[in-house]
């Protein structure tokens, strides 16, 4: 055992000292007579400390055997499958995605019935996965394109359901009629936020917008008489279908009686489900198109080197607070739709953990990367629900497989970038080793 | 753009100058890296900025390039219709749209996006004009596919004048070293700039490659690179005095900071006072010269 070694493990020992001295030493419980008391475990401590000491000793012992997987940023054997599928995975993905709702409806087709395959727990879990797939892409033109580290964007989500919320409740405006309001407010926040804010790299950025999301949620909190405080916002207008409403009364101005057909709570359920997939393949659409555009570029060139970006006249202050603005819009879409689904909306369901989640689909799914988003957000939302019965381990599992993937693949699941327009028609992908990510 | 004063703005008599520094002074904090130089760029013609390591080169470039702010002195871009623009004190990217284009000392290409796309995020001012500002470019509506088209054609004009029409779809980082110093040079050209500022372009080339530079950097003065048909007027700073000696029309001689010669190449070499400089560097700077 080398004194480097020992000397390692010791300083490891020392930092879980620090951490478990508080958090696992000092308890304070409720005493027999009622009172609160300090509960002491120091040997519960002592006995973390030495764990964390044998184990980094033993890490160490196994590193000088054996080289640790080095972090690979090189194409994984599913990306070459993946492009190649390229073609036929997105458009697959969303055959899925499109006919996953008429699962929902039992089907007689005449010679045979198909039964109703997925019920409304599935439909459910699809618009939720879909929300985050259009967070994440609303997200990646910010983080992923333009690499600004927004840790604050949930700030977006909440301002654009808060804006529908109280435009449908004290104007009672129609949806189609909020959501693009919902948008733009939430761009206008956004620009607002950037003008002071975008000036600082790195670090800096991210701390202010996590503040700047922290703050919006403590705004709404504590702003009784305008967002109902911690009590929120309930009794939210329904979306409608082209005015039609999806109630179960079945009469003449709901969406049953106009089509002549059998009201089902289902029907309001698939109304949404399409209505979140409309959004996000907007989102997709979007930022595919802007991708190839001038702006898209600047913001990619802004990501891979800003000082370069001046000197060929690109105003790097405009440039960035677009990004903002757009990544802020459809954060607003989104927060509308939200808004509008649960027809309630408080503070609690804008957290920072809902920031982070948003920020670890687009950094799991590789920064840049539309369909790498996607994926992301259905693994980690759809494996959050499957892994519902591990109860708080899941968190655990979650953890450990964030960590496992940031060792592998620090780059996501999609490291590399396709180049946006070519002379010779042969679009060849670029190593993510070679692509910036920003630097704030 | 802002007009200069009367006095300033006129012109001394003999010469057409594209840039004038005037008494240009710049500080950090107690290091005075650049101490009242003045010296002047004629219109269509090759200036080399030479001197020792640490002369202050670099400093004067990002004075007139707008990466720093001047502690004195003035910075005035005449074009060829006899507007005079001061470029102290203003950002970078505004001097870059007058018309004053730049390379780095270490090379600033956008490494994870192709030769091609670097030369076209160099078009984006006259690129996103086109588009109406990206909204009318996400809907398709607007003249954008024409201005694209253009831009490509220019892009590949410059990509065959540096020699990297084969590799226009490689990344920039995956170029080789002396590639990527043209493209970055290319990429300057693609601004249409009419003032070309090089920083040491030569470092790190080998002989065969800097005898090309040069023979680049001449066809881009007379306006015969990449069928462009206008002339651009180069300041060049170079280590390679082989190079400067070569291509310079007009010599200037930093040394700590302070102009110590400004004039022919064949005056400058003849200097005493630059030969001294020189010499002063030691073992180091005796290598630059030769
Ligand atoms: N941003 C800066 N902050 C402090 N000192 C600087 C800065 N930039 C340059 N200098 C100093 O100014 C002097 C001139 O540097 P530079 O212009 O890079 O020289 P050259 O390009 O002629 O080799 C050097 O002493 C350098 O350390
Ligand atoms: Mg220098």
């Known amino acids: 055992m080398s004194p480097a070694a020992l000397k390692d493990a010791a ?36 006995i973390l400390v030495a764990l964390a000491f044998a184990a980094r000793l033993a890490l160490l012992a196994w590193r000088g055997q054996r080289r640790l997987p080095t972090a690979s940023t090189a194409p994984g054997w599913w990306e070459a499958p993946l492009r190649r599928l390229g073609a036929l995975a997105a458009p697959l993905l969303l055959a899925v995605a499109v006919l996953l709702p008429l699962g929902a409806f039992s089907w007689d087709l005449g010679a045979f019935a198909i039964p109703a395959v997925t019920g409304r727990y599935e439909l459910d879990l699809g618009i939720l996965v879909l929300t985050y797939v259009m967070l994440g892409w609303g997200l990646n033109i910010v983080v992923g394109l333009a690499g600004l580290l927004d840790l604050g964007y949930v700030a977006f989500y909440a301002v654009g359901a808060y804006s529908y919320a109280l435009l449908a409740t004290h104007f009672g405006w129609s949806f189609w009629l909020c959501l693009p309001l919902a948008g733009i407010l939430a761009a206008f926040w956004g620009v607002l936020l950037g003008f002071p804010v975008l000036r600082l790299r790195g670090d800096y950025l991210a701390i202010v917008t996590l503040a700047f999301g922290e703050i919006i949620r403590i705004l709404l909190v504590n702003w009784v008489s305008l967002t109902g405080g911690p009590n929120g916002i309930g009794g ?6 082209f ?44 930022s595919i198109r802007l991708r190839r555009q001038p702006l898209g570029r ?8 800003e000082i370069a970006c001046r000197a060929l006249g690109i105003n790097i202050t405009v440039t960035k607070l677009t990004a903002f603005a757009i990544g802020a819009m459809f954060g607003g879409f989104a927060g509308a739709f939200f808004a509008t689904r649960q027809a309630f909306v408080s503070p609690e369901s804008f957290t920072f953990i809902e920031s982070a989640i948003i920020l670890a689909i687009v950094v ?27 109860q708080e381990w899941r968190m655990l599992v979650f953890g450990a497989a964030m960590v496992a993937i940031m060792v592998l693949r620090p780059r996501g699941l999609v490291a590399s970038r396709t180049p946006t327009v070519t002379l010779t028609g042969r679009k060849r992908a670029i190593s993510g080793e070679l692509v910036g990510e920003g630097h704030g | 753009m802002a007009e200069a004063r009367a006095d300033a703005a006129a012109p001394p008599a003999g010469r057409d100058l594209i840039l004038e520094v005037r008494e240009l002074t710049m500080r950090f904090g107690g290091l005075l890296a650049v101490d009242q130089v003045s010296f002047a760029a004629d219109r269509g013609r090759i200036t080399a900025l030479i001197g020792p390591n640490g002369a202050g080169k670099t400093t004067v470039f990002n004075c007139i390039t707008g990466f720093y702010r001047p502690t004195a002195g003035a910075i005035l871009l005449r074009d060829a ?10 950002p970078g990217h505004r001097i870059a749209r007058a018309g004053v284009a730049r390379t780095f000392q270490n090379t600033r290409l956008f490494p994870g996006m192709t030769a091609l796309e670097n030369l076209l995020v160099a078009q984006h001012v006259p690129l996103m004009a086109a588009t109406g500002f990206g909204i009318g470019a996400v809907l398709g509506l607007s003249r954008y596919p024409r201005a694209e088209r253009a831009a490509i054609e220019k892009a590949r004009a410059w990509l065959d004048a540096t ?16 590639a990527q110093r043209r493209l970055e040079i290319a990429r300057a050209m693609c601004t249409e700039p009419i003032l070309l500022c090089l920083d040491e372009p030569a470092a790190g080339l080998n002989p065969r490659e800097s005898e090309e530079l040069s023979a680049l950097l001449l066809a881009i003065r007379d306006g015969q690179a990449a069928g462009r048909g206008r002339g651009c007027s180069i300041l060049l700073i170079e280590h390679d005095m082989g190079v400067v000696m070569r291509i310079s029309d007009r010599v200037v001689v930093l040394d700590h900071g302070r102009k110590i010669a400004d004039g022919t190449p064949e005056q400058v070499r003849a200097d005493p006072k630059v030969i001294a400089a020189y010499l002063g560097e030691g073992d180091e700077g005796e290598e630059d010269a030769a």
């Open chain 2, 163 to 178: 020699g990297l029409l084969d590799r226009a779809d490689d990344p920039a980082g995956a170029l080789p070293y002396g």
């Open chain 1, 243 to 286: 005015g039609l409403t999806f109630s179960l009364s079945g009469g003449p101005g709901t969406f049953a009686g106009f089509f002549g057909i059998e009201p089902d709570p289902s029907h309001r359920v698939v109304f949404l489900y399409y209505l979140i997939l409309g959004l996000a393949l907007l989102t997709n659409w979007v």
């Open chain 1, 11 to 46: 300083l490891t020992a020392l930092v879980a000292l620090a951490l478990f001295a508080p958090l696992v030493g000092l308890r304070t419980d409720v005493a027999p007579a009622g009172g609160l008391y300090l509960r002491q475990r120091w040997d519960d401590v002592a």
């Open chain 1, 298 to 305: 600047a913001w990619e060139a802004l990501r891979e080197d």
């Open chain 1, 236 to 241: 939210i207008p329904r979306p409608t279908f």
């Open chain 2, 81 to 90: 219709a006899g507007g005079v623009a001061e470029l102290q004190g203003r």
């Open chain 1, 364 to 390: 799991l799914g590789g920064m840049g990367s539309q369909i790498g988003v996607a994926v992301a957000a259905l693994v980690m939302i759809g494996g959050f629900e499957l892994f519902r019965d591990l």
